[in-house]
């Protein structure tokens, strides 16, 4: 069985601060761990994704996430925010089990102050 | 190239109808996902194809549900007997195939649907 927690629903940052998003996750399986990004009135975006490559996974536009197991984490970075970041960001969890599902987190929308 | 596209992307409809919502996928990709997205909350989860084979349909909430895909491509989302909880924004996605769950899914921009 999997599940996905996002532990934040908002988190304000000014512009030009880092950026943490928090995301834990249980996984009976290896996992996949994907951050999607979802602009308002747009399609969803795949930021970066996890397959037990490298812990440290960077993607688009300057977010990076590492893979945490020991802690079950797979939390969202960057460091420096843009006004164009703000947005709702999901976590999501694969397995490598076909049978499993994949889990959408709740979301974490993200408002830039300038 | 074409991503993936989905029609209407409004529907509203009456308490009691039915209606389809429509989902072309990007060519060549295999696998297509349904989710759906109400106010507030995150994806839900409805029913995942490979081909035209559905091994996953588990999500859907409830016999008034249901999907098919044709041809390896386009696929349809029914849903009968509408009810007001049902109102949502439908998304699409889809990805390459083999059956990997890790493979990097494409979203559509979703059909929103309001039942009165």
């Known amino acids: 069985a999997q599940s996905v927690t996002q532990l934040d629903s908002h988190v304000s940052v000014s512009e030009g601060t880092p950026v943490l998003l928090r995301c834990n996750y249980s996984?009976?399986?290896?996992?996949?761990l994907f951050w999607y990004v979802q602009h308002p009135n747009k399609g969803l975006q795949l930021l970066l994704k996890y397959t037990s490559a490298a812990t440290l996974v960077k993607g688009i536009n300057g977010f990076e996430a590492e893979f945490k197991k020991s802690e079950t984490s797979f939390h969202l970075t960057k460091p420096s925010a843009h006004m164009s970041d703000a947005a709702e960001y999901f976590c999501?969890?694969?397995?490598?089990?076909?049978?499993?599902?994949?889990?959408f987190g709740k979301g974490t929308r993200l408002h830039i102050l300038p | 190239g074409a991503g993936v596209s989905q029609s209407p992307s409004n529907k509203v409809t009456e308490k009691g109808k039915d209606v389809e919502l429509r989902c072309d996928p990007i060519s060549g990709h295999t696998a297509l996902y349904w989710y759906r997205q109400s106010l507030g909350q995150g994806l839900e989860f409805l029913i995942y194809?490979?081909?035209?084979?559905?091994?996953?349909k588990s999500g859907l909430p409830s016999d008034r549900f249901s999907a098919e895909r044709t041809g390896g491509s386009v696929s349809t989302l029914t849903i009968q007997r509408t009810q007001q909880e049902d109102s949502a924004v439908y998304l699409c996605?889809?990805?390459?195939?083999?059956?990997?769950?890790?493979?990097?899914?494409?979203f559509g921009p979703g059909t929103r649907l309001t039942v009165l």
């Open positions: 999501v969890v694969s397995a490598m089990n076909r049978d499993d599902k994949i889990i």
């Open positions: 194809f490979q081909g035209n084979s559905a091994p996953d």
């Open positions: 996984s009976s399986y290896s996992p996949s």
């Open positions: 996605a889809s990805s390459l195939g083999g059956g990997s769950k890790y493979n990097e899914q494409f």
